[in-house]
C-alpha cells in the first residue's frame, strides 16, 4: 500500500474551545476505502489542514489498494503496531472491522469512523455527514424532480458491504413509499463495488435489461460519474438521467451536458477537517458519551447522540447554476 505521511506545521489552537496544542509526535491515521478515490483525497486535505490548525500532529494517509474489509483490516493491524495515537476510518464493512477497532482501543488507540461507520462496538465515535434519513430522502427527491415522478428508476450502489451505501438506500425505500413516486417504480439495485470500470458495465447492464429506465440513482461519487459517462457514451443524455452523491469537478461535464440534471453532497475538504478537529478533541481529553459536545474548530460543535454518532451538516445541492463555481473548489 502508500502511505502518504502529511506533516503540519507547528501552530496553536485557534478558540474554538478545544484543548491546548500537541506535542509533535502526536500521530493521527486516516484509513479510507482505497487508494485512488478522489473524494477521500480531498477528505486527506481536510485532515492536513486541521492538523496544520491543532498544531503538532501529523496525519498519515493510507488505504488498501482494494476496498475490502480484509485488507482494511490489515492496514488497521499495521497502524496498531506503528503505535499511532488515533485512527479515524471509513469502514468497508461495519461488523468485521469490530475486532480490529477493539484491539486499537485496548492498546490505548482512539478509534472513530466517518463516512461509512464501524459498528459501536469497535469505535467511540462516529461522524455522519448528515443525517441518513435526509441523505437517502435527498437522492428520490432529486431524480423524482428531474422525471417529473414518472418513469423506472434503479439504483447503482458501491458494495454491497458498505454501511453507508445500504443506510442510505433503506432511507431512499422509506422516501419512495410517498404516494407521489406511485409512477416512478423501483426496478433494480446492482453494486459497482466503487470501481470506475465495473461500475461503467453495470451502467451499461442496466439500461440493457431495463429498455424502460430513465433514472439511476447512485449514492457514490465513483459509480455517479462511471454512470453519467456510460449514459453520455451511449448516446442516452436526455432520455436516462442519473442522480446520487458526487464531486462537483467530475460532474461537472455531466451537468452541463445534460446527463445529470443535479446531485448532492457534502464538503468532503470540511469532512475529513471536521473529523480530524473531532479526533484532537478526545485526545486531548474530550468526553464522548452520549449528549457530549465535540469540536469541529472552524465548522462549529457537534453532540454526540445514541451509538456514538453525531453529525455534521446536510447536503448541498448542485446544478447547472453553481457547478461551475464548486468544480474550482474539489
Not at 49 to 69: F, L, N, Q, R, S
Not at 178 to 205: I, W
Not at 254 to 269: H, K, L, M, Q, T
Amino acid at each position: 500500500r502508500t502511505v502518504l505521511q502529511l506533516g503540519a506545521a507547528a501552530a496553536t489552537l485557534p478558540a474554538f474551545g478545544a484543548r491546548p496544542a500537541f506535542a509533535a509526535d502526536r500521530r493521527v491515521a486516516m484509513v479510507v476505502k482505497n487508494l485512488g478515490n478522489s473524494y477521500f483525497d480531498a477528505c486527506a486535505n481536510g485532515a492536513n489542514e486541521a492538523a496544520g490548525e491543532v498544531g503538532g500532529m501529523e496525519i498519515i494517509y493510507t488505504a488498501p489498494t482494494k476496498p475490502t474489509p480484509e485488507d482494511q483490516i490489515a492496514v488497521i493491524d499495521s497502524l496498531i503496531a506503528q503505535r499511532v495515537d488515533g485512527i479515524i476510518v471509513s469502514a468497508n464493512d461495519a461488523n468485521a472491522l469490530v475486532p480490529v477497532g477493539k484491539k486499537a482501543m485496548e492498546r490505548g488507540i482512539q478509534m472513530m469512523s466517518f463516512d461509512s461507520a464501524i459498528a459501536p462496538e469497535g469505535r467511540s465515535v462516529h461522524l455522519s455527514a448528515s443525517s441518513t434519513p435526509l441523505i437517502g430522502a435527498k437522492q428520490v427527491q432529486m431524480i423524482g424532480e428531474t422525471l417529473g415522478y414518472e418513469g423506472e428508476v434503479a439504483i447503482l450502489s458501491a458494495a454491497s458491504t458498505m454501511t453507508n451505501q445500504n443506510a442510505w438506500i433503506e432511507a431512499m425505500m422509506e422516501e419512495w413509499k410517498d404516494p407521489k413516486y406511485a409512477n416512478m417504480p423501483h426496478v433494480a439495485t446492482v453494486y459497482g463495488d466503487d470501481q470506475d470500470d465495473k461500475s461503467y458495465r453495470e451502467m451499461e447492464a442496466l439500461v440493457k435489461a431495463h429498455p424502460d429506465l430513465r433514472g439511476v440513482i447512485s449514492p457514490t461519487t465513483i459509480g455517479i460519474r462511471s454512470g453519467a459517462k456510460a449514459i453520455m457514451d451511449m448516446g442516452l443524455v436526455g432520455q436516462v438521467y442519473i442522480t446520487g452523491l458526487g464531486l462537483p469537478s467530475e460532474m461537472q461535464a455531466a451537468v452541463e451536458a445534460g446527463a445529470c440534471d443535479s446531485f448532492a453532497i457534502w464538503n468532503p475538504v470540511e469532512y475529513g477537517y471536521a473529523s480530524t478537529m473531532i479526533m484532537a478533541d478526545i485526545l486531548g481529553g474530550a468526553e464522548t458519551s452520549e449528549g457530549s459536545t465535540l469540536s469541529m474548530g472552524r465548522i462549529g460543535e457537534t453532540t454526540v447522540g445514541s451509538e456514538g454518532e453525531a453529525v455534521m451538516g446536510e447536503p448541498f445541492v448542485f446544478n447547472k447554476e453553481n457547478i461551475a463555481e464548486f468544480a474550482a473548489i474539489f
